[in-house]
């Protein structure tokens, strides 16, 4: 059986100019990831925990094919992300806890019906996979509310369901419970397990909370 997600060795050297002076400008380089690799063969939930500035979200980028490593190789669902990202892209879902996705002008209700028509989801579809992913992350009674009045919580429950709507196979999370309280990010945490028990779905997550460790009693990088 193929694995789900393979990381031989992959470094990322991001290379950057600064002005230096009216006229000139230099070259900087950042190695933000030097030699990693890991591996994922059956559906898990993991966890990658790091300070600011490790490279988290740079992984997560990689693995989603945005950027290209400088020096590895990456195979996810089989493929390269970066050169084969279309015959992938329908398969991920991707939440970052510092980007809103979710327009605050729109009902929860609305953004996520209109946004998932381009995955080609019949509307019936759509309709029952809202309801029931909303039951299940408990924020039904706020579906037809205004995003910018909802919650951090629920707006943060709102963006994985807007990102799971499609039943992907692997689902990347950037610090998605940035700014949340202990309690809550134990909540995301769990129903995001609960998910991943529902529909057997790969799920990574990045965070920065050491405490979150607990919460990963033996999947974390
Ligand atoms: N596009 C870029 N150009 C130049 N340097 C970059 C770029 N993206 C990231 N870096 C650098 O790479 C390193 C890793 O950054 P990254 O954003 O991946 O860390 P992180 O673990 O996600 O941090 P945080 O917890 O603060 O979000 C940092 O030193 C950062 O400045
Ligand atoms: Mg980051």
Redesign the pocket.
């Known amino acids: 059986m193929i694995p789900i997600l393979t990381a031989t060795n992959i470094s990322?050297e991001?290379?950057?100019t600064e002005p230096l002076g009216l006229f000139k400008r230099s070259t900087?380089k950042?190695?933000?990831?030097n030699n990693i690799s890991f591996s994922i063969e059956k559906p898990t939930v993991l966890a990658v925990i790091?300070?600011?500035?490790?490279?988290?979200?740079?992984?997560?980028?990689l693995l989603l094919g945005l950027?290209e490593p400088t020096k590895g190789e990456i195979k996810l669902l089989g493929y390269d992300p970066y050169r084969e990202r279309k015959k992938i892209i329908n398969q991920l879902g991707f939440v970052s806890g510092?980007k809103r996705m979710l327009n605050p002008d729109l009902t929860a209700y609305d953004y996520i019906s209109v946004s998932s028509l381009f995955y080609e989801l019949e509307p019936q579809e759509i309709e029952t996979r809202l309801h029931h992913l909303s039951e299940l992350f408990e924020v039904t009674h706020r579906l037809h509310s205004l995003v910018r009045n909802l919650s951090l919580g629920e707006t943060i429950k709102f963006e994985i369901i807007a990102s799971i709507i499609h039943k992907p196979r692997v689902l990347f999370l950037?610090?998605p419970t940035i700014g949340l309280d202990f309690s809550s990010q134990s909540t995301i945490v769990s129903l995001l397990k609960q998910y991943h028990e529902e529909e057997n779905v790969t799920i990574l997550l990045?965070s920065?909370y050491a405490k979150i460790f607990k919460l990963f009693p033996k999947n974390s990088l």
């Open positions: 990322k991001f290379i950057s900087k950042t190695a933000a990831l790091g300070a600011n500035g490790a490279g988290k979200t740079t992984l997560l980028k950027v510092q950037d610090e990045t920065h």
